[in-house]
């Protein structure tokens, strides 16, 4: 809860400009909106600087659509993930102003340019990663962070990896994307300096077990600095780097 | 590799100041030094800030002595964790300087005080869940982050939490250490802008599975913003925390 | 075994006006019914207060029509629970009176209103939660209680939960639904003086691993009062839930 | 957050008889006591009816005594569960009033009989079910719930189990604790009426993984109004059963 | 290897009536065939009294027709398992004589009545159970046995259970379909005298995870006297069944 | 229940032999006795041909003696599996007849000779699984049945195996305890006529998982045949084999 | 990096052949392509002697395509592995030489046939293991090893094995693909002197957990000589035993 | 069967130098010796080049010492693996001739140094991966091939193992042993061309499961040519090692 909103609040009160049911109320009118289904955050934004993130899968169109009408009259930029395309034609059919980037399954409502700032690395092992580090890659451009795209540099072919080095130690954060053994985000962390967030892809079969395997191997990477997200969850991968890259930039500016 | 020792390496051999076996030499005499049964890693300090440090578990104490008495040649602030009494008082009776974090269960070799720069917050749910939060708090302030303790504040009495609230706002990163369903890691995600790392520990029992509730539990953290780290790996939360805090300290000096 | 009806039927016995060989029939007779594929639990009703319930999925629709039928002779509020739309279709042209809760899937068969007494909680954390919830919600209504909805107030906005914790505060026992780690069950717990039932949803993804996670978390909650049923079970869950209201209006009363 | 004390509080404010920065403070000031490595929930007595407990394992014996008496200045019946021998004998020297109960593990601070209400029955399948079985009996018992014990019933001699049936039927909530398959959850949820609380134990070898097959049998009961806790958590399971029987209690009185 | 016919082919070889490469082929041949994608085991039939069962999962229909149709030329009541109605089409557009089981998804090429001998007792926990159980009773008939069949008789409704118990009892061995908790196996070990053979269902959802719920609980069942299959493994359940019952019947006759 | 003591009773009653509450009472006087932490099944004898079977592991060594001396005023060869050395010399000191079998880790309690009727093979994989292996032949032989082992067989040198082939063919049923990969079980199945009951045992390391290997590889046998029991489950195994080696040599008296 | 080039660019360097430009552009030069989505490794070829292999599963039909034509420029023999119909029918309109193996999934582009050195034994226990096994064989016949394939020979009926149990004995390696239990690997890794590469298969039901059965029974064997590739990885398999047998083939000739 | 012999035995059959019972019992004479609780294979020699191996995990010190003295009458360079001090002592004690190396657990009996052929590269991942490398070198020692040794060459810094990338390339084969994620495992099969073999070990905590997160890492290497075997099994990884350097040298020579 905000303090200072609560002192002007409690001020109020003193001076009488504000009568004690009406303080009542406010204190628990939250500022949260129902719409029966969904309670939009619209606190959120005040709280942690983005507004609310919509994951599409497990709603119903309706319920998606309802709830993009409802914040888009507030914010911008909102990011609607693991969209299919299904859900973006409705979408587009309902709201003005939407965006979609179709390898990363995200629709971006009321889209506008962020200055992009600092240097994030989103890294993949190979080509079917690609989907997981594009929902990487898009959500830290739509927050505002500025993203170099490493793909297909796995660890069977160490060079290649090697090859971009100098370029990946840019970065104020770094994203890899790995299925199979997920060892990439290993061999990374051992040879950069800053933060970097692992994101197992469920890339794989057999004993990869849905992406078990790369979450186990990225959980027990023998490099610090490396942390990790769920399986297939590019968009907290790169939610995550865009915290770190832009508390980095605000500090320098 | 540095491009610009490459690059002057090269240059002597140009001048004739290198000769070409000893150009090749020294392309290949990487900075690591072999004990037979460990490869110190001292480029490591250069390429990503901080010295080797040394996990003592599955290594025996003549091991352990051994490498912490190389690296003490040439650093300070070494640390030696998941050291128990048995470990320190070896280490103490071969190395002048060092020092022991008992519930850290961390050996600092050479320690020498930093500024503690910027500010971290480590956060746990449980009592019990002290020896991880002090793992990574210890780390923390040893490689120069500043730290503020929050221990005791799980979910099962929420107000201690929200008490403490603005505190923990003012981190540049955030630890969250707790153990059984691990659910403080999504809370204080939703509450906070800085980047949480989650440390999942082995506290609990039955269909805690050593950690592995927990440590599911914060990989499908509903809020965004949070990275998990191993069972127990106070270290690794700690580091990546000090990785962001540094970036951010040393980007507004 | 009902003691006062083999009292009687041992009093007839022994006044002659019963022979031998209707006894043992009778004390076989027990009250079910045998269809072939289904033995329909006639008893049910008089030992726990609720005729039997059927659950849709794993049996083709002519059993579930044979066994509605047969049910429908003698009891009303039947739930047949996981009935699709198809199978609806098939109940509704085989039986005269029924209802079709769709969110919940659930089908009502000789629906019929009865006082609701009490009070339940029904809490979700999101709005993928809403079909598990409204299983829970409606099977609670269904047998006679009566059910407050709390939806989409996950713990990524705790002054979401904490707003109408009040309201929450008002129910004799409280459900909650949740997937991905399933913390809302604890924090709930933490709050609220009744039992809590926790029902892990497999909303989620990734290591999610179709709702274990949010198991898990709950099994292993910190708060206690909160026990847990088999994931995706609204049913169960509502069931437990009306059991503990009806015994608390009853003694009420 | 109690409604009526924050109008109070308000209403102090607004006479004047309270300054902001006092109010500010006390809306802070939340009712809980700070030991370092605890944070001492004073407030949970108020909230749920039932004042802290503490679970000794993990916790050092200095930091359980320690909770132990801060708790005891203020209430009795203080619980300390999975308590050794060991820290029975450390809690004896320090605090004056306790009592041990060595099967359930269990460790009463200040004990004072209250009126054993209700009527709750405790089921164990085997011999070697009994800690888990006692310690939900002495936990429901130590909060003020009348507990019958039924133990040794399990369903290899399913004979045992109807002989008891008349009695079980007569409590309010039964609690379960089986280890091996579980069984006995079902077929006593298939009896009764009363809402039970299944406890799986680790009791049992090979595939019972600990316990796990047990919990997963118990999970999914073909009975319904089965609910269940953690792996050997007769404590959480004596806990959630007491709450239903003390408000079907509370509201007959 | 047949010592018998061993002696018969080394006398044939003393006396002269077979050259060495004869012989040497002769003990090479053993009665296998080759179909290139399947080596038809007809020396089984000898060995274990049964000729070679088809499991068609997994196989391509144009292999199952093929194989059947070999088998065909030298047996009877060839059982081809896990048909789907497509296979038994094909089947049965290509061999004159199969009957087709649906429930039970068993073909079974020139069938053959046997006099069914003995008598096995196949009990189902629900309606949803059926194809296992029908697979598991079609096999033993197919095979000689005489089955009852028990169905719909779970343990959420005991007296259903013990009202059969009598009848139960005639069974040289019991086959136990179950599938959620699968309790009912033990329930059914401690009642009965003969072997049961525990056969674990996918019947479920959520922790059932595919029936190892059921499959774990069989394994752990408190009651001796219990062996389990496969999970769905009706077939496996079936045929050991049979092959107690026959050898009881051959011993008796 | 016994259907003609049942029509005794009655028709006592009906001639006034027996008055209603005498009746009813011994409708209830279920044959157990109660020792407050163990019901001893009595009517196990009757109904199942085995007196009651104690499991040690998990009882206290108090619980043990007094359930042992119990059961020992009526029944001779009472079997206490999981009998360490410990459990035996305080048994040996409160019971005159008993012996112990070290390597099955068996006490039987007034042993006594039976004619060991039939045949069963106990076959084990390795020297290691002995222990299991044992657990299977003696109790067998405790019960009746005569037990022919052929232990070490493994099928890493399958010749071993078929050497001892025309013996294992003479059994009646067939014990088979391999931990590691359990491939023995399979090989025996395809060898062998009679039901092979499998016991994974928990021999290994690593991806053997404590026997979990084992238990999957016997579950998934490709031969028909084999039934399984839990990881070191020789108890079980050699009970389920006796009751088919009996029934057989019954069958053939 | 190849240490001749590296002396030659040093040559050249001092010799004034080449300017430090040049030098530091070719050592960044390493030997790949970026198509944008994936980066070409052509230095494989030199580094392994096997162009890279395209495993199709998870890229786009047009990915595919590309990657294919690229590569197909400078290699031949290439390897597309698990690609579908469809995806032929894609890559055919694109690339004039390319042969399709529809059983193992496998398209050869720019497909040549080497002379078939040495001998590999593909090994399947039953029909549905034919799609892995017959990767593994075309794999190495692709690469140049003869291959002699031995299917349907699974442990069920173990003479089939031992029939050609002298064929097998001749090869350099060979490849065990089985699913279910996975029982055959250990038993041919008992016959035979060679290495054996375990494939453990999908093929299964129930408890076979999708090949995890398979896969921990050949990592169990109690044969030594066996190792194990993912599965369902007939590739790597083949890949795996045509290592070894080049390796014999070229230091024999 | 060795196909020579037979031809022998039936010549001399039909010479009449043999008597038709000899025959038989020699064609059942196969080479093994039964010590009760072992079969000593000592047909394996002659089958695959190596004498039987004493895993002594699991066996008492009496059946190890019995079954070495039994082995050292034929054999020499007996490999007894997982061997303690404790049991080196007993060995020591009854058999003249025997090596034991400490930290690879193993005991030679009757040790002859063999020329030493060929090469193989045993590679560990960090310093306490050391017991399973050595493990795996003296294994491929003892059977007679030449041993490099790479330890501490882990991927967190990766320089590390590129320094030695040239001498690795010399290998026959490359044993790598690594816990945590495992990932050197592919790291070094993307850059050598020989056959590698992964040994996963359990050294690691939390998420590493035991070994598991580097078994499921190296089972999808990225890289071809991995192949793996069981966790902590660095002598089946020595042993597969050994054998295809042997087939090398052997058919070099």
């Given at each position: 809860m905000d303090s200072s909103l609560l002192r002007i609040l409690l001020e109020d009160l003193?001076?009488?400009?504000?009568?004690?049911?009406?303080?009542?109320?406010?204190?628990?009118?939250?500022?949260?909106?129902?719409?029966?289904?969904?309670?939009?955050d619209?606190?959120?934004?005040?709280?942690?600087?983005?507004?609310?993130?919509?994951?599409?899968?497990?709603?119903?169109?309706?319920?998606?659509?309802?709830?993009?009408?409802?914040?888009?009259?507030n914010h911008r930029n909102i990011l609607l993930t693991r969209a299919s395309k299904e859900v973006f034609t409705a979408v587009e059919a309902a709201i003005d102003s939407c965006q979609y980037h179709a390898t990363a399954r995200i629709i971006v409502v009321n889209p506008?340019?962020?200055?992009?700032?600092?240097?994030?690395?989103?890294?993949?092992?190979?080509?079917?990663?690609?989907?997981?580090?594009?929902?990487?890659a898009v959500t830290a451009e739509t927050l505002g962070s500025d993203v170099d795209r490493f793909y297909d540099v796995g660890v069977a072919g160490i060079h290649r990896l090697l090859h971009v080095c100098d370029d990946l130690m840019k970065a104020n954060a770094a994203v890899v994307a790995a299925g199979m053994e997920g060892a990439l985000a290993s061999v990374v962390g051992g040879l950069v300096a800053c933060p970097v967030i692992g994101v197992?892809?469920?890339?794989?079969?057999?004993?990869?077990?849905?992406?078990?395997?790369?979450?186990?191997?990225?959980?027990?990477?023998?490099a610090p600095g490396v942390s990790v997200v769920n399986i297939d969850n590019g968009?907290?991968?790169g939610y995550q780097a865009h915290l770190i890259n832009k508390a980095v930039c605000c500090a320098s500016s």
């Open positions: 003193q001076k009488g400009e504000l009568d004690i049911d009406s303080a009542l109320r406010k204190l628990k009118t939250l500022p949260f909106e129902d719409l029966g289904y969904a309670r939009i619209s606190h959120r934004c005040l709280r942690t600087g983005v507004s609310e993130v919509v994951l599409c899968a497990g709603k119903t169109i309706e319920q998606i659509v309802g709830i993009a009408q409802r914040i888009a009259q506008t340019r962020l200055n992009r700032l600092g240097k994030i690395a989103v890294v993949s092992a190979g080509t079917s990663d690609m989907p997981v580090a594009e929902e990487a197992p892809t469920s890339v794989g079969y057999g004993a990869s077990f849905g992406g078990l395997a790369a979450l186990l191997g990225m959980l027990n990477s023998c968009f907290g991968a």
